[in-house]
């Protein structure tokens, strides 16, 4: 079993910057691909961002392609997303979640998922 905690999220303004971090307890996260997960209003849950296991090669969404970053620290059991020029179609809940896969942009390839964590955007 892996738990997964999200922190990070925040209210911030268009243009500014977040960092995620999602921290891993009960496995090593080293095990697992991660990814990144956006629930936005009226819009169904939506791939972000995905690492491999030993952080080598990123995947992203087109619609953050840029201006997102993830990444992944082993020895910490942490993965994070940085985000900038935030835009406020970024506003949704953030989750992170492990794949026993690479690079999966299907939700239904994950396993373990954080509780979320509220990203808003708004001038």
């Known amino acids: 079993q892996v738990q997964l905690v999200d922190t990070g999220g925040g209210s911030v303004q268009p243009g500014d910057s977040l960092r995620l971090s999602c921290a891993a307890s009960?496995?090593?996260?080293?095990?697992?691909?991660m990814g990144w997960f956006r629930h936005g209003p009226g819009r169904e849950r939506e791939f972000v961002a995905a690492?491999?296991?030993?952080?080598?090669?990123?995947r992203y969404a087109d619609s953050v392609k840029g201006r997102f970053t993830i990444s992944r620290d082993n020895a910490k059991n942490t993965v994070y997303l940085q985000m900038n020029r935030l835009k406020s179609v970024d506003t949704a809940v953030y989750y992170c979640?492990?794949?026993?896969?690479?690079?999966?942009?299907?939700?239904?390839?994950?396993?373990?998922w954080g509780q979320g964590t509220q990203v808003t955007v708004s001038s």
């Open positions: 979640a492990a794949s026993q896969r690479n690079l999966r942009e299907s939700t239904s390839d994950y396993g373990y």
């Open positions: 009960g496995r090593t996260l080293g095990n697992y691909g």
């Open positions: 690492i491999t296991w030993t952080g080598g090669l990123t």
